[in-house]
């Protein structure tokens, strides 16, 4: 009975109350695959990652694993991603490609989240060349289909490859397609990747209205996600000179947040703001030591974690004159930067480091805000919604 309730409620939208309810539940292995994959599922809409993985490895879903080797394998590769262990991830992808059977919503399914990891695994070139011929296979638009709902979740990941007018074109579609669906979780994570790309136009306030609106979306069906929107307000808000206020979005986003990603991002832009901006010196210092273990705790294969990471700890260490400190976060981040392809840069300290890098620099920051931006000492950390 247990069982079926939680399903019940996992159908009717309450995940954390279904998610509460399975907890609860001692085995597995004689219920339905059906009811199986519903509550995998509600592990990952309640933003339960870490559960979602480990009842994967659970031995009592053996049955699950056999009947449906897809999603198996698909929901597995989501688990590892969002877990930041995207090596693992991408064998998963490999394995859930081969049970595809012909359908076409499974294959757009698996290219869309290897594009994703080849992203975060400095394989930019390679995501692009998917994202693009996935791109021209535009759907009826006219239609309520699902590979017209699949199409508009991929094209939020235009942000890996495209600034600008192309970039707000896909996202205006993509926003289109999830208001025709009333997906109001969808339509959250399309504001908020609009207002990344109006950010790094230097349209800051009007990036922060973006932000705030996906916030207020988000925070209505799943609060955990909207910690992403609030970890961007913040740092608007410390390009603007409010650090109070950025604290207490950060404080927000921390609270909420299920995501390994996103804690390591708000670690760095509170060390930021209480550290730099603030000149609450003690507060952004003793906070190295806590994001260098944060590092430590599990898998992380994208190169940008480390880069983001060391560079900023080393803007706090020259903050406090700790000249040796400094060099050493510096040159950390450089020699992850040697390791990452160039078209996967550049961030507004790699200026001087490669013509290549300082053309796409003036390309990507042309407003004069921007401009005058580069002469800050700190690199501003956004996130955007692109995983699945």
């Not at 879903?61 to 262990?85: D, G, R, W």
């Not at 990891?117 to 930019?124: A, I």
């Not at 490859?161 to 579609?173: I, M, P, T, V, W």
């Not at 397609?177 to 990747?193: H, K, R, S």
Request: hydrophobic share 40%.
């Amino acid at each position: 009975m247990s069982f079926q309730l939680a399903v019940k409620w996992y159908d009717n939208g309450d995940y954390f109350k279904a998610c509460d309810l399975f907890q609860t539940i001692p085995a597995f292995a004689f219920f339905p695959v059906e009811g199986i994959l519903k509550m995998l599922w509600c592990y990952y809409a309640a933003g339960r990652y870490s559960q979602l993985e480990e009842c994967l490895s659970r031995s009592d879903i053996a049955n699950f694993q056999s009947c449906m080797p897809y999603e198996y394998h698909y929901l597995n590769a989501i688990a590892l991603n969002l877990q930041m262990n995207k090596k693992a991830a991408l064998v998963e992808v490999q394995q859930a490609r081969q049970y595809c059977g012909g359908q076409k919503i499974r294959e757009f399914q698996i290219d869309d989240l290897e594009q994703q990891l080849l992203v975060n695994l400095s394989e930019r070139q390679k995501a692009k060349a998917i994202y693009d011929r996935r791109a021209k296979e535009v759907p009826d638009l006219a239609a309520r289909t699902a590979d017209k709902k699949l199409y508009g979740k991929m094209l939020r990941s235009t942000l890996e490859f495209y600034r600008g007018r192309r970039a707000q074109e896909d996202l205006e579609l993509a926003y289109k397609i999830a208001t025709q669906f009333q997906d109001t979780a969808e339509q959250g994570y399309v504001l908020n990747n609009m207002g990344f790309d109006l950010f790094w136009q230097g349209n800051i306030s009007d990036a922060r209205i973006k932000f705030q609106r996906s916030a207020e979306l988000l925070e209505k069906i799943k609060i955990h996600e909207a910690a992403y929107p609030w970890i961007n307000i913040a740092v608007c808000d410390m390009m603007l000179g409010d650090y109070l206020s950025a604290s207490h979005f950060l404080s927000k986003a921390e609270f909420w947040s299920k995501s390994g990603y996103a804690d390591i991002m708000i670690k760095v832009n509170s060390m930021l703001c209480e550290g730099v901006l603030s000149d609450q010196l003690l507060a952004g210092a003793s906070m190295k030591d806590a994001l260098l273990n944060r590092l430590k705790e599990g898998p992380a294969d994208d190169v940008c974690i480390f880069m983001k990471t060391y560079y900023n700890i080393s803007v706090v260490a020259d903050k406090h004159g700790k000249e040796t400190e400094t060099d050493h976060y510096r040159s950390l981040a450089f020699e992850q930067a040697d390791r990452a392809k160039e078209d996967m840069l550049p961030y507004t300290w790699m200026k001087g480091y490669s013509a290549a890098i300082d053309r796409d620099i003036e390309k990507r920051l042309s407003s004069e805000i921007m401009q005058n931006f580069q002469q800050y000492r700190f690199d501003p950390w956004l996130i955007t919604f692109t995983h699945t």
